[in-house]
């Protein structure tokens, strides 16, 4: 006779075999429901339960809430305008995420220091000059001084979670009950490009009082200023050495710009070989050999800090795992009365510039007024 353990375990297979058809219809749904329910009754202990079934869980009661707005868990809400958000399941999450870094450069771990957490409390960062930082010949019994004592400290930098919301998006209670994997396909999309958007302003604009810290408002003056309406060679190799080697050296130095600046730049040549400045491979396109990322968010106008350049692996990108939420309303004025739900994301996010001692990772380069 098999064991409750391995009972709860043929529902959970069974179930979770349902829960993966590409067509999810009313009735699936009622199934899963029924089969975790008779695997709960089980009583198998918490330490038992797998990966895999906690996975089939969330996704079941996201389903769950997306029908009929019921959440049967309870969550302690981000603040009192999010009451009633459900937290959503790794898979939207991580779909969430991938499509907004998608939508802006600086949301993209390969480009920022993208750090996750799943608690919302400050975050306090360590920071160390890598330009000050040195190293001696040891000799007996002599004491060698470096050039200067650089200190790591931990209190200088410190992120917390400013919540993002996006535009609510409206769906029938028919495209509801009627399939879940496009809603949540939609939902994903939708909810990608509106937090993107958003939180993409001000990762490159942002005051860092009441929003996080903008790259460019963190960034240095590279010193250089266009002589005309685009910049030179000359200037971009400027602003390239302005910044120190050994923040230039690091895989995440890059350039950041708007699509027009990159315009300008492409018919740019090398005097010297007629070749153009702008390399184009299949790794991307890079500009002394080191990538252009492109920001819809950066300035163009006269007199503007058009152009940033530097190690962004020190721009630091704060993301709240746990804040990524959906809230379901179906109680709006002139939406309830067509059977229409509206669908709001949030999400926390945060950054800085881990720049000490007046240090300069990052530098920006002005058009010329």
């Known amino acids: 006779m098999s064991s409750n353990k391995e009972k709860r375990a043929e529902l959970i297979a069974r179930a979770t075999q349902l829960a993966n058809k590409q067509v999810f219809s009313k009735e699936d749904s009622a199934r899963v429901e029924s089969l975790l329910s008779l695997a709960d009754a089980l009583n198998v202990t918490e330490d038992s339960v797998t990966d895999e079934q906690r996975k ?12 009929t707005g019921a959440n049967e868990r309870t969550y302690v809400p981000m603040s009192d305008s999010v009451q009633g958000a459900f937290v959503v399941p790794n898979e939207f999450y991580g779909k969430l995420l991938t499509g907004i870094a998608q939508y802006t450069e600086l949301m993209n771990q390969d480009n920022v220091n993208l750090i996750e957490t799943t608690a919302g409390g400050s975050l306090k960062m360590p920071q160390l000059d890598l330009q000050s930082i040195t190293s001696a010949i040891a000799s007996e019994n002599t004491d060698v001084v470096p050039v200067s004592n650089p200190v790591i400290s931990a209190i200088n930098m410190t992120l917390g979670g400013y919540t993002y919301l996006t535009t609510p998006v409206a769906a029938s209670l028919a495209l509801e009950q009627d399939s879940f994997m496009p809603v949540m396909e939609l939902l994903s999309q939708a909810f990608s490009v509106g937090l993107a958007r958003g939180i993409g302003a001000d990762l490159v604009n942002g ?20 002589a005309g309406s685009t910049f030179t060679k000359a200037e971009l190799q400027s602003i390239y050495f302005s910044v120190n080697r050994a923040y230039r050296i690091s895989p995440k130095a890059a350039w950041l710009m708007h699509d027009d600046t990159y315009n300008t730049i492409l018919a740019l040549k090398d005097s010297t070989t007629n070749r153009p400045l702008v390399n184009i491979t299949e790794d991307g396109e890079k500009l002394f050999g080191k990538r252009i990322l492109i920001s819809p968010d950066m300035p163009t106008a006269a007199g503007s800090k058009a152009i940033v350049f530097g190690d962004l692996g020190q721009y630091c990108v704060r993301v709240v795992r746990s804040s990524a ?43 010329h007024a």
């Open 56 to 67: 089939l869980n969330d996704r079941t009661e996201f389903f769950r809430y997306l029908k």
């Open 207 to 226: 005051s860092g009082s009441g929003a996080p810290e903008g790259v460019l408002t963190a960034a240095a003056n590279s010193g250089i200023t266009s």
């Open 325 to 367: 939420s959906v809230k379901r309303s179906f109680q709006s004025a002139g939406y309830a009365e067509k059977a229409l739900g509206l669908y709001t994301s949030f999400l926390r996010v945060d950054a800085s510039l881990n720049a000490p001692n007046g240090s300069a990772p990052v530098v920006f380069g002005t058009l």
